[in-house]
């Protein structure tokens, strides 16, 4: 029990714990608003699933079991301890199971950061930059556990016997200190010592926690509860039409929102993000954790300035825009937005969001921007496709076949809109695709039209890069004419154009049923409208596009169509599902030049090419595109071709022979 003397003891670490918690919480407080508290009771969950139960940390299953096994070692007797406080005595059977469970989570926990320590300062992995204070809350932990079993050890040896105890490590420590023949009042006085030792550990690790990266013992919980819970596709939405906004985009720390600053005091540097980042992989400057760590030293410089300039009613002095003083432009315009990073972040992070918003400020404010993009601006603008190709060239794959054209339906009824998209209109590898899907529906039956020079760009293109102007102009000529031909159902063969049309259009007041072909496709199969009867015996493996995978949430329907097609031998990537490398082809990059380290469709092929693959197949014209071009920087056209699962699906249905 808490004696009085100690009260004062705990006072002052209270008082120093909160001071140091509302220093930090004003460094997010200059931050934007944002609403983060809908649905309540949904983020306890995630809290629980997350932050309790590991199971995002637990995807690294070495490094996130010491985690786990850490965390409830330092919890577990915390708990324990205070609830002891107030139950004054326990009957005999709990308490012999408390102290056998406390024992063994303390063995653990002290093993488990053992073998942290030697993984962060022997082993080394290149992913973690060590620093002093990692150390030194490490060492701090295992301190506090090592006093309490040897303290425990001590109790049991000077009462002898105890019934309520069964602790196997503190009767081992027990039996050791008898053996040494100490009297009993000299092993009081030791257990007196180690329990003041004890004690002020612990009063000390709790004070040092705002000061010290166990702070995230208190952000990283937090920053789980905060998290988004819209559409993983969404970007913010940007108010153009905003009349009080002096600037577009993010050019200073202040100008992220409280959340994204949270973001920033919540990383651990664990390096997942990196370790799966296409960029970095490829020898590119950008290193997500890298972005994340430099926007967060910088908010620690800043923020005071902020703080202390508004405390006197002033203006916070003008500081040069992110991009250029903090983080390099390089390390801006090499992500290719595949949301890698965040999805193997245990803790979160948004950091494609803070990378389209510095790249927004860019574009509208400043227009900086690689060269490449002028002409893609140039040709969205004008013919709403990214190479400026004429809009009338859009349809000119719809001669060859029977294709209704919404503008020629004469208020005749259909069952869906298919929206090709610009590479699958324009290119002449994709259209091959597109006439495949088309074959499929006219298989089926399905009532369907297409919008042909009424259809443009989806936007996805612009706005992955930065250019929200012309991204919303883009999407609202597009909601025009969906809603003059009151379009309820949209089928598109690209997940770029899916993610856009089903989770973005909503921000501009247009939502209606959208329907990946990989879904449709599926489902068909599923019900027998669809028979693969031709057998196609040749060694494939899936790539996972990112704006299916990571960003909708689409892995199984891919697999499950391969796996109906009759002779197919399926080989898994290593990196593939959650963990898939992406091609190189979004954020932008379908349409600039790769010029800093390894091209990462060339490491995607190599990938692929670790299974012995006659065919990859995949589900996305920037995949195509991305893996056509790699295979033929390899020379491998005659050995290896690239196919999207709508043509395999043709073939099995058909037996057509290309």
């Known amino acids: 029990m808490i004696k009085a003397f100690d009260i004062f003891f705990i006072f002052i670490t209270l008082v120093v714990f909160s001071w140091g918690m509302n220093k930090r919480f004003r460094l997010w407080r200059i931050g934007r608003d944002d609403n983060r508290s809908d649905r309540m009771w949904v983020r306890l969950k995630s809290l629980l699933k997350e932050g309790i139960a590991h199971r995002r940390i637990l995807q690294d299953r ?10 409830i070692g330092f919890m577990v007797p915390f708990i324990v301890i205070l609830i002891t406080q107030f139950v004054f005595t326990l009957p005999v059977s709990i308490s012999r199971i408390i102290s056998l469970t406390l024992d063994i989570i303390a063995l653990a926990a002290i093993v488990s950061l053992l073998l942290a320590i030697y993984r962060r300062y022997i082993t080394r992995p290149s ?15 295992l301190f ?3 006093t309490g079993l040897i303290l425990e050890g001590l109790r049991l040896s000077v009462i002898g016997r105890d019934t309520q105890a069964l602790a196997p490590a503190g009767k081992a420590l027990a039996y050791f200190f008898n053996m040494t023949g100490l009297e009993t009042a000299t092993k009081s006085f030791l257990a007196m010592i180690f329990f003041r030792i004890h004690f002020f550990l612990v009063l000390g690790t709790i004070a040092y926690i705002p000061f010290s990266n166990l702070f995230h013992i208190i952000s990283s919980p937090l920053n789980m509860i905060y ?5 993983k596709g969404i970007l913010s939405h940007l108010d153009l039409e905003d009349e009080k906004a002096e600037s577009f985009g993010i050019a200073k720390i202040e100008e992220f929102s409280w959340k994204h600053l949270m973001d920033l005091d919540a990383c651990m540097r664990c390096g997942r993000c990196q370790d799966h980042c296409p960029a970095y992989l490829t020898e590119k400057p950008l290193s997500p954790k890298k972005v994340i760590n430099d926007l967060k030293n910088h908010l620690h410089v800043r923020a005071p300035q902020v703080i202390k300039a508004k405390a006197k009613g002033a203006d916070p002095e003008e500081a ?7 983080i390099k432009e390089d390390e801006l315009w090499t992500c290719t937005t595949c949301r890698s990073c965040m999805d193997h972040c245990p803790v979160f992070i948004e950091h494609v969001d803070k990378i389209v918003d510095m790249r927004r400020y860019q574009v509208l404010m400043e227009s900086k921007f690689p060269q490449e993009l002028t002409q893609v601006f140039k040709g969205l603008e004008t013919n709403s496709n990214p190479w400026g190709l004429g809009r009338d060239a859009r349809g000119d794959w719809i001669r060859e076949l029977e294709v209704p054209v ?3 339906m004469s208020g005749k009824d259909i069952d869906c809109l298919f929206f090709v998209g610009c590479i699958r209109s324009f290119d002449d590898r994709n259209k091959k695709v597109t006439e495949a899907f088309v074959k499929i529906l006219n298989h089926l039956g399905v009532k369907f039209a297409v919008l042909g020079v009424e259809e443009g760009c989806c936007g996805d293109p612009a706005r992955r890069v930065g250019n929200e102007y012309l991204y919303q102009i883009l999407a609202q000529n597009n909601i025009e004419t969906f809603s003059r031909y009151n379009i309820k159902r949209i089928l598109t063969t690209c997940p770029h154009c899916y993610n856009t049309l089903k989770n973005e259009y909503p921000q501009l007041g247009f939502s209606c049923e959208v329907v990946h072909h990989t879904e449709f496709l599926k489902e068909n199969i599923r019900n027998k409208r669809l028979k693969l009867d031709h057998a196609l015996a040749k060694r494939t493996t899936y790539h996972d596009p990112c704006y299916l995978g990571r960003y909708n949430g689409i892995y199984k329907s891919p697999r499950q169509i391969l796996k109906s097609i009759p002779s197919l031998d399926i080989r898994e990537m290593k990196r593939s599902g959650i963990d898939s490398l992406c091609c190189g082809g979004g954020g932008g990059w379908m349409w600039m030049e790769e010029n800093i380290g390894k091209r990462i469709n060339i490491q995607r092929l190599e990938d692929a090419l670790t299974v012995d693959p006659e065919w990859i197949a995949t589900a996305c014209p920037f995949c195509v595109t991305m893996f056509d071009d790699a295979i033929k920087n390899k020379d491998m056209e005659d050995k290896l071709k690239i196919w999207d699962i709508a043509e395999l699906v043709e073939l099995s249905i058909f037996g057509v022979k290309k």
Request: proline share 9%; no cysteine.
């Open 227 to 231: 998290r988004s819970l819209e559409p």
């Open 320 to 326: 040069p825009p992110l991009t250029g003083s903090v």
């Open 406 to 408: 919404m503008s020629e």
């Open 62 to 71: 070495y490094p996130g079991f010491i985690h786990l096994l850490v965390f």
């Open 127 to 141: 992913r973690l930059d060590n620093r002093a204070d990692d150390f030194v809350a490490l060492l701090l932990i």
């Open 144 to 146: 506090i556990l090592l």
